[in-house]
């Protein structure tokens, strides 16, 4: 058995849970620890961490993904010529 102290933030965020869920304040604890404990045991890579954002920007309706490989040779020709003396 083991004692948790929390802060008022927490404490209160736990009661919350526990009462929107119908769980008690024990159940909270110990379904939140499984959880991480399972994230823990679980390598993700990359695409997995980042999962919940990719396809999460609005452009503006700019369509930057059209026509990348034109745009930066642009930009690498527009340095270029910005560096040699004239």
């Known amino acids: 058995m083991a004692t948790v102290r929390l802060d008022i933030k927490t404490e209160t965020a736990l009661k919350r849970l ?3 869920r119908g ?3 024990s159940e909270v604890i110990r379904e939140a620890i499984t959880r991480l404990a399972e994230e823990e ?3 993700r890579s990359a695409y997995q961490r980042l999962e919940a954002f990719v ?4 452009s503006g309706g700019r369509q930057l993904s059209t026509e990348t490989g034109k745009r930066l040779s642009e930009l690498l020709k527009e340095r270029s010529d910005a560096r040699r003396p004239g």
């Open 18 to 20: 526990s009462v929107r």
């Open 23 to 25: 769980q008690t304040r």
């Open 41 to 43: 045991a679980e390598p």
């Open 55 to 58: 396809g999460t920007v609005d």
